[in-house]
């Protein structure tokens, strides 16, 4: 069993930053493909990154590429979401997920067989 939790999320004003770190414990994740989704409000949830097994791959939403990166830290056996920029409309309640199965990060939220519990970002205007 994996499990994940994340941290680093927090209250920032529209154009600042913040890194969410997603620590994995229970078995390594280094061979995992990983992902960050999201929830904001009365929403449904959302992909926002990916990030392949060898971690020379990635995917991101379209209204958060080049502001948004996800990375990998092996040693650790941490993945992180690191946010610049940030806007009111990125508040939400961030996951990090992780699939065993596929070498390239999916969109699809059924394929990831393990989540967190979620970190809160809030973004004031």
């Known amino acids: 069993q994996v499990q994940l939790i994340e941290s680093g999320g927090g209250l920032v004003q529209a154009g600042g930053s913040l890194r969410l770190s997603c620590a994995a414990s229970g078995r390594t994740v280094n061979n995992y493909s990983m992902g960050w989704f999201r929830q904001g409000s009365g929403k449904e949830r959302e992909f926002v990154a990916g990030?392949?097994?060898?971690?020379?791959?990635?995917d991101y939403t379209d209204s958060v590429k080049g502001r948004f990166s996800i990375s990998r830290d092996n040693a650790k056996n941490t993945v992180y979401l690191q946010m610049n920029s940030l806007k009111p409309e990125d508040t939400a309640v961030y996951y990090c997920a992780a699939d065993p199965d596929w070498i390239l990060a999916t969109r699809d939220q059924a394929r990831y067989d393990y989540w967190g519990q979620g970190t809160q970002v809030t973004v004031s205007s």
């Open positions: 990030l392949s097994r060898s971690g020379r791959t990635t």
